[in-house]
Each structure stands twice: as structure tokens, then as C-alpha cells.
């Protein structure tokens, strides 16, 4: 099945507006990685978005996640969760992702980490990590509260069989995206400080990713932007 192309325009058009966005903050668009974000999309779109070189793949939902990548085995793609995760799912989706964007708490981070003492086991890489800070007042948004990054990062970064890798935020509905993402800025600077290699920002979707590229965003997680409209939840 060849790729549709309205699908192909929109990737091409993505991707030029992250070089210039790139350009305009003078980084290295090479520096940046993009994630599509798939959820509720078939199967089908994944496969086809893989034909365009689209092979970092988001998702938020475990069940659905799990379907996609096992119908999906005979391609080269790296699997990012993105959405909250459950305390009793999060070794699941270690099966099949390799990046999680949004551990937020140290009960998560017990979960996902290997216990002590344990070998790793042959073969199998660390699970690469990304703390997400609620940028919102709103606590049923999901992240850690800014004040409480720094001792979830000493936790994370202590963790055996996890790769602490950065910090990840969506900006808040209200409010001007790009102040938000200066926020993430300083607060990965302060991540720094106790993990030296935490340098990467997940940060940007379709409508704020060039603002996240000029606050030092290093993972956009792009969806409908990339993929059209996204069909209702099943
Ligand atoms: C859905 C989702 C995205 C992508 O959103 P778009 O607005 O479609 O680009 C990014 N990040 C997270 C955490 C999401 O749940």
C-alpha cells in the first residue's frame, strides 16, 4: 500500500517546520528528535507513517500500545510511552518500550527499576527515562510538582536498570506556551546538577513545538499535526 499523500505532505511539512524552527534558535536540527504520537490511530497509519522514516513512535495507552507493537514486530521502530502510566502496568510496557516520558513518581520509579541486587538481563537494554513535571496547578494532570524534581531525579538516577535521560512537560492549556517550556529549561538545568547525562526536554506537540525548540526541547512528541485528525477513543 503506498503511503497516502496528504499523510507524506504532512510529514514533509513537519519536518521543514522543525528545521526552521531549529535554524531560528540556532541548533542543530540533527539534535532533535521527533515522535509521532499514534494513539487511537490504526495500525495501518503506523506502517505507513514507518515508509515515510517516521520510526519513533509515542503512545499513551498500554493496552492499545501493546496491540500496535506486536502487530507491528517486523518493523524497526522505538516504542515511546508517553501517557500516565499505572504502578501495576509499568513492567508491561517496559516489554515493548524503550523510552517512557512520563514517570512522575518514586513508586513508579521502584517499579520500573530492576530490584537490588538483580542481574540485568542479557540482551536486555535500560529503560530509558524521562521525569514529567506538571506545570499546571491542576494535580490530576500528571507530572511531579516542580518542587519535588529534584529528589524523584536522585531517586531516578540511583535507580538500577533505568537511564535517567531528561526532564518532560506539556504546557499548560492556558498561558503562553513558550514561558512554560523557559520553566522546563531551568528546571532540567537543576536535573543536571545531580544527573550530568539527564540532558534531554520531551516537549512540543503540533501546536507549541516551535516554541519548545527555542526553550532547548530536544524530543517533540507531534500527533495530529502529523497524522490528521485523531479518531475518537475506543
Ligand atoms: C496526544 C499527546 C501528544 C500529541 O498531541 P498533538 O496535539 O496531537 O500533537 C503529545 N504528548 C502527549 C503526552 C500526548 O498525550
Not at 509521532?36 to 490504526?42: A, E, G, L, N, W
Not at 542479557?122 to 514529567?132: A, I, K
Not at 494535580?139 to 535517567?164: F, Q, Y
Amino acid at each position: 500500500m503506498s503511503p497516502d499523500p496528504g499523510l507524506a505532505h504532512r510529514v514533509t511539512a513537519v519536518r521543514e517546520a522543525v528545521q526552521a524552527a531549529a535554524r531560528e534558535a540556532g541548533r542543530d536540527p540533527a539534535e532533535l528528535t521527533t515522535v509521532v504520537v499514534t494513539k487511537f490511530q490504526p495500525v495501518s497509519l503506523v506502517r505507513e507513517l514507518a515508509e515515510l522514516g517516521m520510526r519513533d513512535v509515542g503512545e499513551s495507552r498500554h493496552q492499545e500500545a501493546r496491540e500496535k507493537a506486536a502487530e507491528l514486530a517486523d518493523l524497526s521502530l522505538s516504542w515511546h510511552f508517553v501517557g500516565q502510566l499505572q504502578g501495576k502496568k509499568a513492567r508491561q510496557v517496559q516489554r515493548y518500550a524503550r523510552v517512557l516520558h512520563s514517570v512522575d513518581r518514586e513508586s513508579l520509579l521502584d517499579a520500573l527499576a530492576l530490584p537490588a541486587g538483580a542481574e540485568a538481563e542479557p540482551g536486555r537494554p535500560e529503560t530509558d527515562v524521562f521525569l514529567q513535571v506538571n506545570l499546571t496547578d491542576d494535580p490530576a494532570r500528571g507530572g511531579v510538582a516542580p518542587a519535588a524534581l529534584e529528589s524523584l531525579a536522585e531517586r531516578a538516577e540511583a535507580a538500577p536498570g533505568l537511564r535517567l535521560v531528561g526532564v518532560m512537560a506539556v504546557a499548560p492549556r492556558e498561558g503562553e506556551p513558550r514561558q512554560a517550556f523557559a520553566t522546563l529549561r531551568g528546571l532540567s538545568e537543576r536535573v543536571q546538577r545531580i544527573a550530568p547525562d539527564a540532558t534531554a526536554i520531551s516537549a512540543g506537540m503540533s501546536g507549541d513545538f516551535r516554541e519548545a525548540i527555542l526553550e532547548g526541547a530536544t524530543h517533540l512528541r507531534i500527533g495530529t499535526a502529523i497524522t490528521g485528525i485523531r479518531p475518537d477513543p475506543r
